[in-house]
């Protein structure tokens, strides 16, 4: 049997065997039972199973490289302020500002981490489709979505309103911590939630909310106040799953510039599309144009010269990582100007001056340093082998539940021990930062199974089963 060709857009000729095929190509059955075949329910395949290719783990073992930087970052802003990129507290010892101004912008790198979530969750979401482009396949993907993310949401206020609210009494002991160990940068001023119903009324706006990601009551309430990124990675999908369905009937050449056009335009109204349509753009030349190792798409044309992808990711991220260095080591007070060259379309609808650089950070830098780690790992074996690494890809299916444990963990376990263990002297800090690591690392990985085995888990499972009974 000849193998089927790759769908390649439309064709001018109407018998052409590049065109997939129709429903009104296949025998008729009268229109009662046309219409009937149509009904998703009345499809004979599996549906519990969306497709899946192993070759992809690469991207479950990039999530698990996040789980320790995520936790370093939320450990030394909360311990080891001085050591942490563009924090707040700027003076400190030595080997602080030593770490500050080298290993930070690398690994624990707070505007780097949460746009490379959001740059991945695209990369990510977009495959099934990519691999099976039906309709079963594209509703599924986004009715199983919103299950993915609502649970474990809904668990970790829960918890938060439980913990903050009744069990500790509020953050006033957030407060004499912070003051106890001169930290400006942690963050003392948790919203505590006064009721279950303001609790529900957060849940419910973590997944509704537009725009404005911090100014929620859920991520105000959440230890790091970073549950934004939840609200982000959601209503991004979205835009995934609507910029996607024109991938099987367009030519590569017309998605490839439509793309550069879209995310040049997210790029000056500063949206979150910049990095999503990114990470859908690199999905589909994955797919679609070759773009593997060994394979013809690893290389683009300039004139005669082919030139590999790898090189040019490499001076991305040379060019972004060069930046920030220059703005953490050497020009401070350049770091945010790039903010304010965006059109505020939510503010005046000029030059949006009026931006508040404290709150979440769409940047030109972290953009490069994504963009080109994905362009070189997308294109070399060797990388993809070590993101294929047994212990990273255990890690990166258990992301989620790591990221909503481990902050709850270090503000309550992880402070408690350090005040208590320092008894009002500051000299007992070092000592105390030492039993903290030891104490929160140990119970945010037991944390994060029980929340990736009670609740992850099943609300996956709950998103198949419900999908599946919809369409009986």
């Given amino acids: 049997m000849e193998r089927r060709k790759d769908y390649d857009g439309p064709s001018l000729s109407t018998n052409s065997s590049n065109v997939p095929p129709m429903d009104h190509d296949k025998p008729s059955k009268g229109f009662l039972s046309s219409l009937s075949s149509k009904l998703p329910g009345r499809s004979t395949e599996s549906t519990t199973l969306r497709p899946y290719d192993k070759s992809q783990d690469y991207l479950l073992g990039v999530r698990g490289c996040l789980v320790p930087m995520a936790f370093c970052w939320t450990f030394l802003q909360t311990f080891v302020p001085a050591a942490v990129k563009a924090s707040a507290n700027t003076t400190g010892e030595t080997w602080e500002l030593a770490l500050r101004k080298s290993l930070s912008v690398l690994f624990w790198n707070d505007t780097l981490i949460y746009g490379s979530i959001v740059f991945?969750?695209?990369?990510?979401?977009?495959?099934?489709?990519?691999?099976?482009?039906?309709?079963?396949?594209?509703?599924?993907?986004?009715?199983?979505?919103?299950?993915?993310?609502?649970?474990?949401?809904?668990?970790?206020?829960?918890?938060?309103?439980?913990?903050?609210?009744?069990?500790?009494?509020?953050?006033?002991?957030?407060?004499?911590?912070?003051?106890?160990?001169?930290?400006?940068?942690?963050?003392?001023?948790?919203?505590?939630?006064?009721?279950?119903?303001?609790?529900?009324?957060?849940?419910?706006?973590?997944?509704?909310?537009?725009?404005?990601?911090?100014?929620?009551?859920?991520?105000?309430?959440?230890?790091?106040?970073?549950?934004?990124?939840?609200?982000?990675?959601?209503?991004?999908?979205?835009?995934?799953?609507?910029?996607?369905?024109?991938?099987?009937?367009?030519?590569?050449?017309?998605?490839?510039?439509?793309?550069?056009?879209?995310?040049?335009?997210?790029?000056?109204?500063?949206?979150?599309?910049?990095?999503?349509?990114?990470?859908?753009?690199?999905?589909?030349?994955?797919?679609?144009?070759?773009?593997?190792?060994?394979?013809?798409?690893?290389?683009?044309?300039?004139?005669?010269?082919?030139?590999?992808?790898?090189?040019?990711g490499l001076l991305f991220m040379a060019a972004g990582f060069a930046m920030q260095f220059v703005w953490v080591a050497v020009r401070p007070d350049l770091m945010n100007e790039e903010l304010y060259y965006h059109t505020g379309i939510y503010l005046t609808g000029g030059i949006q001056y009026g931006i508040d650089v404290s709150t979440a950070q769409i940047r030109a830098d972290c953009y490069l340093i994504i963009t080109g780690f994905w362009l070189m790992l997308e294109t070399s074996s060797i990388l993809q082998a070590i993101f294929r690494t047994k212990f990273l890809v255990l890690l990166g299916r258990r992301s989620l539940s790591y990221f909503l444990t481990q902050s709850i963990i270090i503000y309550t376990l992880g402070i408690k021990l350090a005040t208590n263990t320092m008894s009002g002297d500051v000299s007992k800090l070092p000592r105390a930062r030492g039993i903290a690591f030891v104490a929160t690392l140990l119970v945010s990985i037991a944390a994060a199974e029980a929340m990736y085995w009670t609740v992850e888990r099943p609300s996956r499972w709950l998103g198949r089963k419900t999908w599946d009974w919809i369409r009986e």
């Fill in 120 to 312: 991945l969750s695209a990369r990510t979401i977009c495959v099934p489709f990519l691999l099976d482009p039906t309709k079963a396949t594209l509703a599924g993907s986004v009715f199983r979505r919103g299950f993915s993310l609502w649970l474990p949401v809904a668990a970790t206020l829960i918890i938060v309103y439980g913990v903050f609210t009744h069990a500790m009494g509020g953050n006033q002991y957030l407060v004499d911590f912070a003051t106890l160990t001169a930290n400006t940068s942690m963050v003392t001023g948790l919203y505590i939630i006064p009721s279950s119903l303001a609790n529900f009324n957060a849940i419910f706006m973590t997944f509704w909310i537009t725009y404005g990601f911090q100014t929620q009551a859920g991520s105000w309430a959440f230890p790091t106040q970073m549950l934004w990124i939840i609200s982000v990675i959601f209503q991004q999908s979205y835009t995934v799953f609507m910029s996607m369905t024109i991938i099987p009937y367009t030519r590569q050449r017309w998605r490839v510039y439509g793309a550069f056009a879209f995310i040049a335009t997210a790029w000056w109204v500063y949206s979150w599309a910049w990095y999503s349509i990114t990470g859908l753009l690199i999905a589909d030349a994955v797919m679609h144009m070759g773009m593997r190792p060994g394979q013809s798409g690893t290389s683009f044309s300039v004139g005669k010269l082919r030139v590999p992808f790898w090189s040019l």
